[in-house]
């Protein structure tokens, strides 16, 4: 018999939005200034998000040498020819007004000496479209200006399940200080940023464990392209070193900044015509591959030669500092570690999904736009465009509540320790992979989680990132090619016949299943 939660406390909403950067809190804009009354839900505090360290910048065409279809064309290349030409078009001619917003919000960014915005470019970028703040702080004004709003925001609660019948979202169980409680509301908005927690080192920040893609999963929302993960090429290299792992921007490397070897060669030299600013899946390839020729594990970004880097980039420079690195005067070690999710809970570009009240925006969903390999500084752009799309639609959209608080069942989940599976997801699932590995680490996912009632916010964590493993591992073996970021070692060329996504969904026994034929690639 099901055990029953007990219900501690109750609230109501037109529009819950759980997450807390640049996404969600575009989207709570959104619909509080089009009379929805909404409640923002953040596990963690106020800068606890993705948005606060991106460094880079926003991409957005720039005024003049520049157009929409030169920057949809950086897209889709960079996209593996998985991008969706019509949401990469769509996103991409937005990138200008959502701009114009965050700064009539007061966002300052930096400028150039004729007093306009200064651009700087980034790997796989034709031109000189990005736009920063604070030099690599581009994140934290972002993070500063959306904060500023004033909205109602619940920090320290945890999203457990979203509550639907048989019309679509009803509400969402709730676990924070108090015990388990309701929010009534006919909308729910997943803006809670990434996946990188399923590896031992990311550049994301400890909340990113996929919550969004279980809670839409569990919701019966499909997830598609999870086996494109970015690994960022250029992430400050410790002995040892796990968890949350300072990067060093592309920006970097747009300045003239050179990735070398131990021996001071070239690393990406022949392999792209943009050398070291080729997209990122080629750059992290390129890296993985030479240290696999010469058995160590990390090369060196040579910054020596460019001047005011401490101006340009005052966030990486005391990053340095604190790993006791002068980039004026030292190599810096790097190497490649999870970035960024290519895929997500599958919408249109309008935040919605398959179940009527469901909106996603920002990394967590999958629009289209970033196909098999996301186009550097394209994340922030997706979520101030995204988000005030879906914040509309859902205040537009709204119904009226109707979910009672009696038999609300636990939350019952498979669930792996920790650390096991992102031992396995690093040694098997990471920048280069094989059908041996990958099915090496599905079944020993398997062997090491058992059932559980998540009664606390870290389980309900953990639960989130073994069915989401589950669901990169299957989707990573259906996909029996090299494409974007997904690299296999056993099948290195890209196959014209698998030029499609590959969506899951929990079927009607709650097993995770395609609802996209099978590939028929060339064996």
Not at 171 to 193: K, M
Request: glycine letters at 12%.
């Amino acid at each position: 018999m099901t055990t029953a939660i007990t219900v501690a406390w109750e609230d109501h909403a037109d529009l819950v939005v759980v997450g807390g950067g640049v996404a969600g809190l575009t989207a709570a804009r959104a619909a509080s200034r089009r009379g929805a009354r909404v409640l923002t839900v953040s596990k963690g505090g106020p800068t606890d998000t993705a948005t606060q360290y991106a460094q880079g910048g926003i991409a957005v065409v720039a005024p003049v040498g520049d157009s929409v279809d030169a920057h949809v064309a950086d897209t889709l290349a960079a996209g593996g020819g998985l991008c969706d030409e019509d949401a990469v078009r769509s996103i991409v001619t937005a990138g200008p007004d959502a701009v114009t917003a965050l700064r009539d919000l007061g966002a300052v960014f930096d400028t150039a000496g004729d007093g306009d915005i200064a651009r700087t470019r980034e790997g796989g970028h034709s031109t000189r479209r990005i736009i920063h703040a604070g030099g690599d702080a581009t994140g934290a004004e972002v993070q500063r200006v959306l904060g500023a709003a004033g909205l109602p925001v619940l920090f320290g609660a945890a999203a457990a399940r979203i509550l639907t019948d048989a019309r679509g979202v009803t509400g969402l169980l709730v676990l924070d200080e108090r015990g388990f409680g309701v929010v009534h509301t006919p909308a729910v908005l997943l803006a809670t940023g990434g996946l990188g927690q399923l590896y031992a080192c990311s550049t994301n920040p400890p909340g990113a464990t996929a919550d969004g893609i279980a809670l839409a999963l569990a919701a019966g929302a499909g997830v598609a392209d999870l086996e494109f993960v970015q690994f960022h090429p250029t992430v400050l290299f410790a002995e040892g070193g796990t968890g949350r792992r300072p990067l060093i921007s592309e920006a970097v490397r747009g300045e003239g900044a050179r990735l070398v070897d131990s021996r001071g060669r070239s690393i990406t030299e022949g392999v792209h015509p943009l050398g070291d600013l080729a997209p990122r899946d080629v750059v992290s390839r390129a890296i993985a591959e030479r240290l696999t020729a010469l058995g160590e594990d990390h090369v060196y970004l040579d910054a020596r030669h460019l001047d005011g880097f401490a101006t340009r980039f005052p966030t990486i420079t005391a990053m340095c500092a604190d790993a006791g690195l002068d980039p004026a005067r030292d190599l810096l070690p790097v190497a490649p570690a999870a970035h960024y999710s290519c895929g997500g809970v599958v919408t249109d570009v309008h935040g919605r999904t398959r179940i009527p009240g469901l909106y996603a925006a920002g990394e967590v969903a999958r629009t289209g736009l970033h196909g098999a390999n996301r186009l550097a500084s394209n994340s922030l752009l997706e979520g101030l465009v995204l988000g005030e799309r879906a914040g509309t639609a859902a205040a537009i959209e709204r119904a009226g509540t109707r979910v009672g608080t009696d038999g609300i069942p636990a939350v019952a989940s498979t669930v792996c320790d920790r650390t096991v599976l992102q031992q396995l997801m690093t040694r098997h699932a990471l920048v280069v992979r094989d059908a041996d590995g990958l099915a090496a680490a599905a079944v020993e996912l398997g062997r090491m989680s058992v059932v559980a009632t998540c009664t606390d916010a870290d389980r309900l964590e953990d639960s989130a990132l073994t069915v989401t493993a589950r669901a990169l591992l299957l989707a990573a073996q259906r996909r029996t090619e090299s494409r974007g970021c997904h690299t296999r070692s056993d099948r290195p060329d890209t196959d014209p016949t698998q030029a499609r996504s590959l969506e899951l969904r929990i079927d009607d026994d709650g097993e995770l299943s395609f609802t996209t034929p099978e590939l028929t690639g060339v064996n």
